[in-house]
């Protein structure tokens, strides 16, 4: 069983598109997050939700829409698509909105845009 | 957030221990270390974390330097799938949920 998965797991599309990433937990976690890991491998927080909610949302434009219609789910919005917005994007999850809970990853979606 | 130091690369040999370190001079008190790794093409995996004692878990050991100020991840045998990206990040408890990602330790495994 998948802990924590996302769909698609490749997205090529046109510069000006609108494109959704789902993804979702089994884990019973009540606390997801979406990371982006652009060219050069730096991975960066880009939001996080606890029990629906949203609670850190890091200077992303506001192209990027993250839904949460439940705790095990967070959908992951994004407008008019830009060369920039290439990268990987990973969605994780953790028990509790602890600092010492590990966090558990799914296993990426690679966006590219043309 | 208080930031960490760590060698760009590595490289080991099969079936060898490995020391990968890791520098937090700045750290504070309320500090955890938490090492996560990310292999090829997947999503990182939490490896092990600490606050002060040394830990052992079944992937690796963290020892934990007295004065918290640097922190050296062991692998007691490396493996061919222990090739990876190791990160060493600082989470406090008042520095929010997420991690903290920096560049990284590439540790190369050679058979």
């Known amino acids: 069983d998948t802990a924590v998965s996302q769909t698609p797991k490749y997205l090529v599309t046109q510069m000006g598109n609108d494109k959704s990433i789902k993804c979702e937990q089994n884990l019973g976690h009540d606390t997801m997050y979406w990371y982006k890991q652009d060219s050069k491998k730096f991975l960066k927080i880009m939001f996080s939700?606890?029990?629906?909610?949203?609670?850190i949302n890091e200077t992303v434009p506001n192209r990027f829409s993250p839904k949460s219609p439940d705790k095990a789910h967070l959908n992951l919005h994004i407008n008019s698509l830009e060369l920039g917005d290439s990268a990987v994007y990973f969605c994780?999850?953790?028990?509790?909105?602890?600092?010492?809970?590990?966090?558990?990853f799914g296993p990426g979606t690679r966006l590219t845009v043309l | 957030d208080a930031k960490t130091t760590q060698p760009n690369s590595m490289e080991s040999n099969e079936e060898e221990p490995v020391h990968l370190p890791c520098n937090h001079s700045?750290?504070?008190?309320?500090?955890?270390i938490h090492w996560y790794r990310q292999l090829p093409s997947q999503g990182p995996e939490y490896v092990i974390h600490g606050l002060t004692s040394n830990v052992n878990n079944r992937m690796a050991s963290l020892a934990i330097a007295e004065d918290r100020k640097s922190s050296t991840l062991i692998l007691h045998r490396a493996t061919l799938r222990d090739a990876a990206v190791y990160y060493c990040?600082?989470?406090?408890?008042?520095?929010?949920?997420?991690?903290?990602f920096g560049k990284g330790t590439s540790l190369l495994v050679t058979p």
């Open positions: 939700y606890n029990n629906k909610e949203l609670i």
């Open positions: 994780a999850s953790s028990h509790l909105a602890g600092y010492y809970n590990e966090q558990f």
């Open positions: 990040i600082l989470r406090d408890v008042n520095s929010g949920y997420a991690l903290n």
């Open positions: 700045t750290i504070s008190g309320t500090d955890y």
